[in-house]
Structures are given as C-alpha cells and as structure tokens.
C-alpha cells in the first residue's frame, strides 16, 4: 500500500536539499533561455544569420516555451514534479550541445523550439514543487531566490562572453549543455516524489487537501466563471512581461555593440550589471512580497520604463550605463515571486496550471523581436527598442486588478480559491 506524507513530515535537511537542487536546474533553465540574445552578434557576423532570423530564434523558443508550459503543466499532475523536471534537465541539456554541430537558421529555429518546449514546465514543476514542501510565509522568498538565477545566468553569460565572445563563442553553449545531464542525474537519487506527499496548508485557514493526485486538473477549469479573469489577466501580464523583456534586453548585445559600438568586453560588462541588478532585486522583491503582499510589488514595472527610457537616452559612458542597467535590472525584478504567486491564486489542483500562465503569456510575445527588427529598418533600433516602457506600464495596471493572496498582507481582502 502505498503512504502519503506530510510535507511537514519531512525531515527539513531534505527538503533545503530538494530546493538545493531544483535552484541549480533553474540556473541552467534561465541561461540557456538567454544564450542566444547573448551571442545574437555572432550569429550575425560569423553565422550569416540576419536580424529578422535571430528575431525568429525567439520566436521557436517562445512558441516552445507557450505549448511546453501547457503540455508539461498537465504532464505534472499526471506524472509529479520529480519525473517531469529529470526529463526537461536532460532533454534541453542535450539540445543546447546539439546546436554547435549546426550553422543553418533551420537547424537552429528547430532546436530552439525543442529547448523552449522543455523548459516551459520547469518553472511550473519548480513552483509546484516549492508549493508542496514549504509554508506560504516562505513561498515568496524562495520562489525569488529560485528567480534570481536568471540574474545570476546573466551574469555569467557576461563574463563568459566578456571572455570569449570575439574568438570561442561555442564555449557559451558547452557551458549551457553540459551540467543540465548532472544535474538531471543528481534530481533521480535526491528529488522527493511529490505525488506521495501532503503539501502544506495554506495561510487562509483549511489546509490543501491532498497530494496532485486527489483531483483530475484541466485546462477547461481554468476558463470556470469563477476563474477565467484571473487566467486572462495573469497570461496577458505575463505576455507583456515578456514583450518588454525582449523589446529592450533581447536586443541589449546587439544594440550596445553595433549601434553604440562597445566591444566584447564592455558588452559583457553591462550586460553583467543588469543581471547583478536583478539579483539584488529579486532578493528584495521576494521579502517585500512575504512581507507586504503579491501586488505590491506592481510598482516596480513603473521603476522599469523609466530606467529603460533613460538607458536609452544616456551618453556612451559604461559608468552611467552600467548603473541605468543594475537599477533596470534591480526593477524588473519584481515579478521574481509571480509563479508562486499565479499558482496561490487557484485551488490547490489546479496549481500546476496557474504557474504555467507564466509561460502561457508568451503568446502574445512571439513575434515581438520581430516587431523590433521591423521598426529598426525604419527609424532604427533603439526606436524599437523605446516600446519596452509601453508593455510594463501596461502590465502594471493590470496587475493590481489581481487579488491579494497573502493573508497577513495589510491589503489582503479576504479572497478564498
């Protein structure tokens, strides 16, 4: 027969090493999300891809991402977290190695396609993971500091790059390749299986009934009257999230190396300084989150369009670029506890499915670099690159039409899912 535990049964060395774990894959799901905007100057100059190309590079991880995050969403409640993340570590592992042994646009738009579908559940499996093992009074910060290895990605995508972006770009890939495998691997002998496990009970009063598997989960319950709202909004703030991520830092390396002229070395430097930004950021935003609510933290797409446009707008000088790209990175930032926050919205079943709005939302960022490369033949890049502001605005009003799930939040209003 088989026995349920108690999340909170569980010894605490054992879950910090299960979040240990799931910490290290989602550096590797973030860099290898970001790898390619990095060397996007390389595969122009030495590849002969064009900049509509490299826009529709994005575009096959983003369709990848969208139909990855609805299908492995669905996968968890089926299979559990453990099954799901092994595979998603090694399959976008060897995908990544897979890309040095092709220079043709198709090859790549294919493999970006399968990276991005793979990685489109990790969040949801992480979160859901998360959701399961710690109290809603933690969720926040360690959603954030899970969030935070996007900004550490990033930053050692610059160092590296900064290293090797003139003669050794290829090295850039190896490093994104190869540790997924190990650490896919490490996540068979150390990951609990979460199908097995009681989580833990929220703070609005009944505790979460049973383990994934207590309910049938489906899409069609996300569009209930009760619920469709909450779906629509968080997919479309997660969709402009995205489009004003790629509108500016999807186009960073090749603005600041073509149009400002910077060389490797500098690229790398500020590109560091905006992962270094949203390190800092996301650590604060997630105690901000615990601390004050989910929807505080809307104010920081404000702070966001503000320093896009003034990044914009400064002089060549990598002090001040560097400092507009922390601040930038640091604002942004703020969405850092959004998966933890999305899945809090709905009943506990369908939790796995609120995370993958996160990615969902990427339907409406498909063909936003394309929209960049458009408007950059016209009136150039950086013109392009002025919408970012737009997006955030956008998706900061549309923030606050969320409830408030954080029940010791001053601004809690008493919603139950």
């Known amino acids: 027969m088989t026995t349920i535990k ?46 509509k190309q490299t826009a529709l590079l994005y575009t096959a991880l983003g369709m990848g991402l969208f139909s990855g995050a609805l299908s492995l969403s669905w996968l968890i409640t089926r299979w559990g977290t453990k099954t799901t993340l092994i595979l998603i570590a090694a399959i976008s592992g ?3 190695i897979m890309l040095m042994a092709f220079s043709d646009f198709m090859s790549w738009f294919l493999l970006r396609f399968i990276i991005g579908f793979v990685l489109g559940g990790y969040n949801v499996a992480a979160a ?3 959701l399961t093992l710690f109290p809603s009074n933690a ?5 954030a500091i899970v969030d935070c290895t996007f900004a550490a990605a990033i930053m050692a995508l610059g160092a590296l790059y900064a290293i090797y972006g003139d003669t050794q770009w290829q090295i ?23 199908r097995l496990i009681t989580p833990f009970p929220d703070q609005q009063g009944s505790a979460d009934k049973a383990n994934l598997a207590d309910k049938p989960a489906s899409w069609r319950q996300m569009f209930h009257p009760s619920l469709a709202r909450f779906t629509i909004i968080c997919a479309v703030i997660a969709g402009l999230n995205f489009c004003g991520y790629l509108f500016f830092s999807g186009h960073l390396s090749l603005y600041l190396t073509n149009i400002r002229g910077f060389d490797a070395e500098a690229v790398g430097i500020l590109w560091g300084a905006t992962g270094a930004g949203s390190f800092i950021g996301g650590l604060t935003w997630g105690y901000i989150a615990d601390k004050l609510g989910r929807r505080f933290n809307a104010i920081g797409f404000i702070f966001t369009a503000i320093f896009v446009g003034l990044y914009l707008l400064a002089p060549d000088s990598i002090v001040l670029l560097s400092v507009l790209g922390f601040a930038y990175g640091a604002a942004l930032a703020c969405t850092y506890s959004w998966v933890v926050y999305f899945s809090e919205i709905f009943p506990v079943h ?58 010791s939040s001053r601004y809690y209003k008493g919603y139950r899912n």
Not at 139 to 143: E, I, K
């Open 6 to 51: 108690k999340a909170r049964d569980i010894p605490l060395n054992k879950r910090i090493i299960a979040y240990l774990i799931v910490l290290c894959g989602n550096f590797f799901y973030c860099y290898n999300f970001a790898v390619v905007f990095t060397v996007t100057p390389n595969l122009i100059n030495e590849l002969g891809m064009d900049l």
């Open 94 to 96: 060897l995908a990544t």
């Open 128 to 130: 859901t993971l998360i």
């Open 139 to 143: 969720r926040g910060r360690l959603q």
């Open 172 to 194: 850039l890939l190896w490093f994104g390749g190869i540790p997924p495998l190990f650490i896919a691997v490490c996540m068979g002998f150390l990951l609990p299986n979460d």
């Open 350 to 407: 369908l939790r796995p499915m609120g995370a993958a709005l996160f990615h969902g939302g990427r339907i409406l960022s498909f063909f936003a670099p394309m929209l960049v490369a458009l408007i950059a033949e016209q009136y150039g890049l950086a013109a392009g690159m002025a919408l970012a502001p737009v997006a955030f605005i956008v998706a900061s009003v549309l923030w606050y039409r969320l409830p408030e799930t954080l029940t």
